[in-house]
């Protein structure tokens, strides 16, 4: 990590991480940012451990996108290479095994909201604002935007929020199928970690083989897709936590998933 930390990374026993863009004012999304949640991504694919992660920020805003004064520094060669690793990056975070959570607060726009795109859940605050504003520059969403966002709201609306380059209130991402829940900013951080824990609480085989079902079989042919959800049913079957669910739902208590 770079001196101090542009992104910490918390861990927490029950298996919540969180992750913290700290770059401000903004976040702007420079080399040593991108590179520093870069090796944070790698951190949290071999965390066998992890159940959920929450993406947030430190200060009023999730992400003001690309670091524009940077950018205009670089060769049209350095720009291609920047653009290719923020997209790798963003794809990182979006195949952790585990979900994720975008605590949006501020801005998120451009590469910004590329980021949130990238997580599997989002949820906003009522002061949020978010948007895919490339065109207004003369170039395109590079990280993700132009095929995260119609995968998740169609391509009709995602045409839209491209074509038009505006800055969505939270409301109106709501309604857009973007945000998956609205808050006031001063519950932001804790309903995300509400959410966190409730999914770590369920049965971490489970929840892992669900993404990968979700994930995997949303481009494939419906049978195709629905063998590979048996495949990833049957991974559940022998372990023990299969066995703990039952026991517990029997006894009438909580039950204590271990992950095996």
Known sequence: ??????????TRENGVRILTLDRPPVNALGRELVRDLRRACERLLGDERARCLVVRSAGKHFSGGADLKERQGMSLDEVREFVQSLQATFTSLAGLPFPTIAAVRGAAVGGGCELALASDLRILA?????????????????????QRLPRLIGPARA??????????SAREALADGVADRIVPAMDLDGEALRWAETIASHGPVA???AKKAIDGGADLPLPEALRLE??????????EDRVEGLRAFSEKRPPRYEGR
């Open 207 to 209: 929840i892992r083989l």
């Open 230 to 239: 048996w495949d990833c049913y049957l991974g559940t079957l022998e372990t």
């Open 126 to 146: 009522e002061d949020a604002t978010m948007g895919l504003r490339e065109v207004a520059l003369a170039i395109l969403p590079g990280a993700g935007g132009t």
């Open 159 to 168: 045409k839209r929020w491209i074509f038009t380059a505006h800055a969505h």
């Open 1 to 10: 990590m770079s001196d101090p930390e542009l992104v910490r990374l918390e």
